[in-house]
């Protein structure tokens, strides 16, 4: 097991015992985040969180990547303790657990960012990155044309939730070809496309009718729930 994945396993394990003793601090309003972040100009310590080959593709600029349990330690010594740290990961899983660690340690302003990159993405922040844009709001719409329900399964490979809905997706779709066509977007490959469906959490299933949203779901989906919502729009098609 990679050291980096090792790490990320670590902190997940102990994720909930930590993140019941959060700072109340931490998680703000996204808009008086981005108003803290903003105000602390060159101030700001960016941290984050995610694998060093997420933090290649897209990263919030000015950030430092802490992959794995060594570089947070080595980075944690050079930090400011006096000066705001703003910390993030997909969602606010390892996020939260490494800001707990940091105000344990003494730092005295840290801060998530309120729904970790997903929401960041989802609401069009900028972002240094070395994929492009994706699919066009136009080609998407291509994608939609059909005469059967379309389900669209927002997600990412990096996403704990999303490899958790896929093999339920996927079953779904597998049992249901006459009724359901389904179109995967990796979000993170789909920065514009991502914003334009105003998805700012991941994963997010989306189903069309006649390219008409007719279901909207953020989080883990169940089977039965994802299928009670292709039995009821399904008639009349």
Known sequence: MKRETLFIALIFVFGIAIS????KQQLLPFEVFEKKLQAAGVDAQI???????EY??????????????????????QLNKNKPVFIYSIGNGRSSILANRLIKSGFKNVYEFPGGLSKWIGLGKPLI?????GLSLAEFNDQLASDKLVLVEVSSRYCPGCKKLKPIVDEVSNSNPELLKLVN??????????????????????????KEVVWKKQGISSKEEILAQLNSHSHNR
């Not at 990155?129 to 844009?133: E, K, N, Q």
């Open 20 to 23: 019941q003793e959060k700072s």
């Open 56 to 77: 290649q593709q897209n990263h919030v600029k000015g950030a430092q990547n802490v992959p794995d349990e060594k570089q947070f330690q080595v980075l944690a010594a």
């Open 129 to 133: 990155s070395t994929v492009g844009d």
């Open 47 to 53: 941290l984050d969180a995610r694998s060093e080959e």
């Open 185 to 210: 977007i990796e979000a993170y490959e789909n920065k514009k496309l991502t914003k334009q469906l105003a998805v700012d959490r991941l994963p997010t299933l989306i189903l069309y009718k006649g």
